[in-house]
């Protein structure tokens, strides 16, 4: 079995301000990861994924995640946020077919 | 470029009442899902399909029925909606690349059930 847990619900940040999103999973064998964004009202959009390889993985929009192997982490990064930014984010495990998600992460830039 | 295309995009239902929710896609996936989305919750899955013809249950496929007769086609089907099916339905689709292939979603069908 796989889950993923995202240990902030609400990450209220300052425009131009650096914001981590933090992401714990578990799973029994070799997964895959990802990053989505939601913006309100839209479906969910890609921002990156980790595959295989190096343990930074740069996205869209600026963001970057790092997978941490021996702390099961996967968190998300990006250095200096925008009003754009404002949306909801999730991060998610794939195993074969199956695609588990946290529950979400809504970040809030303000100006 | 369509991509993944959910109809319809809002509906209230009373309880009791029947619809079918369409997701078609034109990217030529294998995989197709419909997950739900509730406040706190993340998204789960309803139901999935890997292929035509073939459809298994997700985590809470509880009152719904889906049908994949069409590769390209993905239905979701709730035959006595109740207020606990008050929720926003993704539909996403695939391909079946062991896993590493990100998951593609529609713009999500708001329903409301009173």
């Known amino acids: 079995a796989q889950s993923v847990t995202q240990l902030d619900s609400q990450v209220p940040v300052f425009e131009e301000a650096p914001v981590e999103l933090r992401c714990n999973y578990s799973?029994?064998?070799?997964?895959?990861l990802f990053w989505y964004v939601q913006y309100p009202n839209q479906g969910l959009q890609l921002l990156l994924k980790?595959?295989?390889?190096?343990?930074l993985v740069k996205g869209i929009n600026g963001f970057e995640a790092e997978f941490n192997k021996s702390q099961t982490s996967f968190h998300l990064r990006k250095p200096s946020v925008h009003i754009s930014d404002t949306a909801e984010y999730f991060c998610?495990?794939?195993?074969?077919?199956?695609?588990?998600f946290g529950a979400g992460t809504t970040v809030t830039v303000r100006a | 470029n369509a991509g993944v295309t959910q109809t319809p995009k809002f509906r209230v239902l009373k309880t009791g009442q029947s619809m079918t929710l369409l997701c078609a896609q034109d990217?030529?996936?294998?995989?197709m899902y419909w997950y739900r989305q509730d406040p706190g919750m993340g998204l789960r899955l309803i139901h999935y399909?890997?292929?035509?013809?073939?459809?298994a249950k997700g985590e809470v496929p509880d009152g719904y029925n889906v049908s994949r007769l069409k590769k390209q086609n993905f239905l979701l089907g709730l035959e006595s909606a109740a207020p606990s099916q008050t929720s926003v339905y993704f539909c996403?689709?695939?391909?079946?690349?062991?896993?590493?292939?990100?998951?593609?979603f529609g713009n999500g069908t708001r329903l409301t059930v009173t």
């Open positions: 996403a689709s695939s391909y079946p690349t062991g896993g590493n292939s990100p998951l593609h």
């Open positions: 799973s029994s064998v070799s997964v895959y």
């Open positions: 980790y595959l295989s390889g190096s343990t």
């Open positions: 998610a495990v794939r195993n074969d077919y199956k695609l588990s």
């Open positions: 990217m030529n996936h294998e995989y």
């Open positions: 399909s890997v292929g035509e013809g073939t459809t």
